[in-house]
């Protein structure tokens, strides 16, 4: 058995979530971290058009932050009361060589923490876990030198409307899917199985990746070299030019 490290944590800021996410994967320590939003958030892939993908007006309307990833992927709504958001930082020998079967391997351990809690999750390729054939988590992956972030959403609540008028879902984009309209497309946990107690799903997902990793994970801190880079990748996540680059 390995021994990783599992952080977790209250809510931070959109900038200072990516901020750590950064740090954690320049440390390159296995580390599983649990997080939350406050406030809310969108978040969009690096290579994404933010104007394409978000509603900008509507995000400053509510008071909705904005922020550019490192990793791909697309535009993500991150709820303050409604999910629970994930990272994955672990050396590439630990997961299989490609980026769709590492992914599927870090995805069938959200399936399994789902599973602690009665909820038939299946792993849906690229990158999705589904419920019912809906969507309840989806997660994004970048690597830098020999090391892979995988981060990623679990809805525990879902504001569908919200969502969707934070976020730009195309017409055509829905009509691929076969389905008549976005919100169709996603579930949470509360519609599954009722309402649920955050520390259960933290807990649950925590066994899910020591059970499909086979490793221990103690709760631990951030080091104090992690905790020096975050103020200045903060920094560059709080970046207008950053964000609106595309």
Same mark, same amino acid.
């Given at each position: 058995?390995?021994?990783?490290?599992?952080?977790d944590?209250?809510?931070?800021?959109?900038?200072?979530?990516?901020?750590?996410?950064?740090?954690?994967?320049?440390?390159?320590r296995p580390t599983?971290?649990?997080?939350?939003?406050?406030?809310?958030?969108?978040?969009?892939?690096y290579f994404?058009?933010?104007?394409?993908?978000?509603?900008?007006?509507?995000?400053?309307?509510?008071g909705?932050?904005?922020?550019?990833?490192?990793?791909?992927?697309?535009a993500?709504?991150?709820?303050?009361?409604?999910?629970?958001t994930?990272?994955?930082?672990?050396?590439?020998?630990?997961?299989?060589?490609t980026?769709?079967?590492?992914?599927?391997?870090?995805?069938?351990?959200l399936?399994a923490?789902?599973?602690?809690?009665?909820?038939?999750?299946?792993f849906?390729?690229?990158?999705?876990?589904?419920?019912?054939?809906?969507?309840?988590? %989806?997660? $994004?992956?970048t690597?830098?030198?020999?090391?892979? @972030?995988?981060?990623?959403?679990?809805? !525990? &609540?879902?504001? #569908?409307?919200?969502?969707?008028?934070?976020?730009?879902?195309?017409?055509?984009?829905?009509?691929?899917? %076969?389905? $008549?309209?976005?919100?169709?497309?996603?579930?949470? @946990?509360?519609?599954?199985?009722?309402? !649920? &107690?955050?520390? #259960?799903?933290?807990?649950?997902?925590?066994?899910?990746?020591?059970?499909?990793?086979?490793a221990?994970?103690p709760?631990?801190?951030?080091?104090?070299?992690?905790?020096?880079?975050?103020?200045?990748?903060?920094e560059?996540?709080?970046?207008?030019?950053?964000?609106?680059?595309?």
């Open positions: 058995m390995q021994t990783w490290r599992f952080i944590h209250g809510p931070r800021d959109a900038a200072t979530n990516m901020a750590i996410d950064e740090a954690l994967l320049m440390s390159g599983l971290r649990l997080y939350t939003w406050s406030p809310s958030a969108v978040s969009i892939g994404q058009a933010i104007r394409e993908e978000v509603n900008l007006e509507a995000c400053k309307r509510e909705v932050e904005v922020v550019r990833r490192i990793s791909g992927g697309g993500v709504y991150h709820d303050a009361q409604g999910e629970i994930y990272s994955l930082v672990v050396p590439e020998a630990a997961v299989p060589g980026v769709q079967d590492s992914c599927a391997a870090i995805c069938s351990a399936v923490g789902l599973r602690e809690m009665g909820v038939e999750a299946v849906s390729p690229l990158n999705d876990v589904v419920v019912n054939g809906k969507k309840i988590s %989806g997660s $994004a992956q690597r830098r030198h020999g090391v892979v @972030l995988q981060h990623g959403t679990v809805l !525990v &609540d879902l504001d #569908a409307i919200r969502m969707f008028s934070l976020l730009r879902v195309s017409a055509a984009k829905i009509a691929d899917k %076969g389905i $008549a309209a976005a919100s169709q497309r996603v579930t949470s @946990l509360r519609a599954e199985v009722g309402a !649920v &107690d955050p520390r #259960a799903v933290r807990e649950a997902l925590r066994k899910g990746f020591a059970r499909v990793f086979d221990d994970l709760p631990e801190t951030l080091t104090d070299e992690e905790k020096e880079r975050i103020p200045g990748l903060r560059k996540y709080a970046r207008r030019q950053w964000n609106l680059q595309r």
